[in-house]
């Protein structure tokens, strides 16, 4: 870890940076963003100018805490957001034609109460204290996400239009002939680009209206900051088209859902991958690699109220539509709970595992805390996981499935939160922020359970 004098002083850098660029690029407003423990992003704008910004990175900027699920109570209200100048960007949207339209400048940080203490409910602390004792064991975990979105249509009033009407009718990796959107995704990425993310694969999913821009990956911390600064981009840069995005895990009947397959491993401090090892007989990974993966199929139940937050997030984990729902592992095997990516000769530094049942509506922060301390776990106990399997699991009888061994994932959000209440792991990982998450959660279940849908109607009226 550096030392306090040299740590100070690249702070210090920092800000000294995040001054020369807002006067540079002549950017006039500034957003303070975070993410709540619903994964929601929360934002204040500022005036981008010099006083301000050197005042707000000394003493932060005031918000009201229990006007947010999971930040304080009405009587210990007050909340600070100091700003983290690594976390600066400056955003340059653009339209279908390629055409600057708006800048801004965007940043995150940390969460402070009243008297100047770091608030333990916050996302972001959690992942931090998370990584801090990573880096004392000497290890830095890197994940890359694969997150998936729906477009859908408004009407001339800027309405959503119920029934949802995808924004197009193409589907996986559709020619732009038939992708009407493409241009639209076109302009986010250029956007995520100028906003320094390196963008990889940019493409139509499977399902109408369904797209995908892929991110190069990196550490975790940096990683979740991008995630929500993904989302903002597309969701505006959507809502300037007269679109809807939305990251709701199943908004259509009868169509695969959007998921968030995470990429990742672990590395030693100096970068090198610590999932690979060339003489190992299963798919070149280490038994570092097999122990962490072990670790997170024995904690899957758990991780799942994590993974897949909400109700709806339950109705993509069914068979069939490109979700794994058995917790099982596989080289390639895209219905295994995890699955280990192909590897090409000379690219052995991306060996790596893919979590797939994960989904876009979780808190990032939240999710690589609980997934990293998971794989811990199996690592600390010296797990191995069982015998990777290479069939389809949707096709296995359940008699198959209880002779390999292979469980289910929660069927709904109130099992998963059974199984985490009873997961010590789990609980610890989630750190300051478990009881305002159990507590959300159940306001959402208890909010879905007082709702009558027509469906109800059609089978009981």
């Known amino acids: 870890m550096p030392k306090k004098n040299e740590f100070v002083d690249r702070i210090k850098s920092a800000q000294a940076d995040v001054l020369d660029k807002i006067k540079k690029h002549k950017i006039e407003f500034i957003y303070f963003q ?34 947010i699920l999971g930040l304080g109570r009405t009587a210990e209200s007050d909340k600070y957001l100091i700003p983290d100048p690594d976390t600066f960007h400056i955003i340059h949207f653009f339209d279908t034609r390629g055409n600057l339209t708006n800048k801004m400048a965007w940043i995150t940080g940390d969460i402070y109460d009243a008297e100047g203490s ?37 009407d001339e009033h800027g309405n959503v239009i119920f029934p949802l009407v995808p924004a197009d009718k193409a589907g996986y990796f559709s020619s732009h002939s038939l992708d009407s959107t493409f241009l ?37 911390l940096k990683t979740a900051e991008r995630i929500l600064l993904y989302k903002y981009i597309v969701t ?24 968030m397959h995470i990429h990742e491993n672990l590395a030693d401090l100096e970068g090198r991958n610590l999932f690979y090892d060339p003489k190992s007989k299963h798919f070149n990974l280490s038994d570092m690699a097999l122990s962490f993966i072990a670790g997170q199929l024995e904690h899957a139940k758990a991780l799942c109220a994590v993974t897949s937050p909400t109700v709806n997030s339950y109705k993509r984990l069914v068979p069939n ?64 996981p069982s015998h990777n399997v290479s069939d389809n699991t949707y096709n296995l009888s359940e008699g198959k499935l209880q002779e390999l061994g292979i469980e289910s994932l929660p069927y709904s959000l109130s099992s998963a939160l059974e199984h985490l209440k009873k997961d010590d792991v789990i609980i610890k ?9 159990i507590k959300a959660k159940e306001q959402e279940i208890l909010k879905y359970q ?8 059609d089978l009981y009226l």
Not at 58 to 64: I, L, M, P, S, V
Request: net charge neutral; proline share 4%; glycine share 8%.
């Open 34 to 67: 975070f993410s709540d423990i619903q994964g929601n992003l929360r934002s204040s704008g500022y005036a981008a100018d010099e006083d301000e910004l050197r005042s707000a990175f000394k003493k932060g900027r005031a918000f009201d805490g229990s006007s």
């Open 321 to 384: 539509y490109e979700a794994p729902v058995n917790i099982c592992w596989g080289r390639l095997n895209r219905s295994a709970a995890i699955r280990i990516p192909s590897c090409r000769s000379g690219e052995e530094k991306n060996v790596r595992a893919e979590l797939r049942w994960a989904d876009p509506t979780c808190e990032p922060h939240t999710l690589f805390s609980a997934l990293y301390c998971a794989g811990q776990d199996g690592i600390e106990r010296r797990l191995k």
């Open 450 to 457: 007082q709702q009558i849908t027509p469906v109800e109607y």
């Open 236 to 259: 505006s840069v959507a809502d300037s088209n007269n679109l809807k995005a939305t990251f709701m895990a199943k908004p259509i009947i009868g169509q695969n859902g959007s998921g």
């Open 184 to 220: 639209i995704r076109q302009s986010m990425a250029k956007t995520m680009r100028e906003s320094g993310f390196k963008t990889e694969a940019i493409h139509h999913e499977v399902s109408h209206g369904q797209n995908e821009i892929g991110f190069q990956y990196d550490d975790a």
């Open 429 to 437: 990982s989630l750190g300051g922020a478990y009881t305002s998450f």
């Open 118 to 154: 770091i608030y333990e409910g916050d996302p972001r602390h959690v992942l931090k204290s998370a990584m801090a004792k990573a880096y004392e064991k000497g290890l830095r975990f890197f994940v890359a996400p694969e997150i998936e979105y729906f477009l859908f249509r408004k």
